[in-house]
């Protein structure tokens, strides 16, 4: 029996196409002493990918050419000849795009299908809802009556972002791109203001209206021109938390816009930038604080769930489109 396999065949220049990624088989492998035998069941695609398919110097590895892209995962166990795990059980780490694969058992985590739907091991209670946590509770420090702005406020991060804010007693607005998404916001997740940048001509007035004592916290997610937007309301003692840039992905180069040093010195605005790992060793403390709300009702999450192993490349280009609401998992 042949094993499908997805790897990176060209470095995207610009946008990614399907032609930059290539299908291939191999044979089904077999575990061996010590080693479990994987089968994929949820494929999370991120934005973040889009940077380690670059050949650069970064935060992480970048992919290397004709070989397999990896993400996060959640698999079954199909055979085990490990003493940590047994046959049918659902585990979650960084695997490789494969329809089946092996595993030394290391950096799998085992998650509970009664406790939550898999796929939500993969975003609110994966690394996009760790994302959020850590970024916005350790960087943004929110507090009741801050009015909190989040870029991408409809994507995986944003959703999750916007409702802990809330948790925090945030006025939140949020900045999105459809009329879909904005109701969206405001009708799941309690936003209490909602923009939509492709259909405001002026986004800096349009953030100055429902922000009229300025933005005491803002989660980037986007950059580009709606950052430049955000920064131009920026409230005094002000916190940014730049969590990502899907603006400049695909930029073949490096973009320019309004320098903001003497923005964050008038005002004396705190700036951070940040990667997950950075938090790596509190990640028990975010899992359970994020559970526990969830559990409570506090928060609410939204999926775009593509089906098809198939699909995969697809549905990371569709990230780029923004035709995701909330996180994009493929199921297999």
Excluded at 27 to 53: I, Q, W
Excluded at 256 to 269: C, D, Q
Excluded at 298 to 315: C, H, M, R, S, W
Aim: charged share 25%; proline share 4%; with cysteine.
């Amino acid at each position: 029996m042949m094993n499908k396999v997805i790897i990176l065949k060209n470095r995207p220049v610009g946008a990614p196409q399907n032609s930059d990624f290539e299908f291939t088989k191999e044979d089904t492998p077999s575990p061996k002493d010590g080693e479990l035998l994987l089968e994929a069941r949820y494929v999370s695609v991120d934005p973040y990918l889009r940077g380690r398919m670059m050949d650069q110097k970064s935060y992480i590895e970048p992919f290397k050419l004709n070989e397999p892209i990896t993400s996060g995962i959640v698999a079954e166990v199909i055979e085990s000849k490990n003493e940590n795990f047994k046959k049918g059980d659902f585990v979650n780490g960084m695997l490789a795009w494969k329809e089946q694969q092996t595993s030394n058992g290391e950096g799998l985590n085992k998650v509970d299908a009664d406790k939550a739907p898999l796929s939500a091991y993969l975003g609110v209670l994966g690394l996009t809802g760790l994302t959020a946590y850590f970024g916005l509770t350790k960087l943004g420090l929110p507090k009741e009556g801050d009015t909190l702005v989040v870029s991408g406020a409809a994507g995986a991060v944003g959703t999750i972002v916007g409702q802990i804010g809330k948790i925090h007693g945030c006025k939140v607005i949020g900045i999105a791109g459809s009329d879909e998404k904005v109701e969206m916001l405001k009708s799941k997740f309690g936003y209490d203001a909602a923009i939509n940048y492709n259909t405001t001509e002026d986004m800096t007035s349009a953030i100055a209206e429902v922000a009229p004592d300025g933005v005491d916290v803002f989660f980037d997610n986007v950059g580009g021109t709606i950052f430049d937007a955000v920064m131009a309301n920026i409230a005094r003692n002000a916190h940014v938390v730049l969590c990502g840039a899907i603006a400049d992905y695909n930029k073949t180069e490096t973009p320019t816009g309004p320098r903001v040093n003497t923005t964050l010195i008038k005002n004396s605005v705190s700036m951070s930038g940040f990667t997950l790992g950075d938090f790596q060793s509190h990640f028990q403390e975010g899992i359970q604080k994020l559970a526990g709300w969830l559990s409570e009702g506090k928060l609410e999450y939204e999926e775009t769930i593509v089906e098809g192993f198939d699909n995969i490349p697809q549905a990371f280009l569709d990230l780029f489109e923004g035709k995701n609401k909330g996180k994009m998992v493929v199921k297999i």
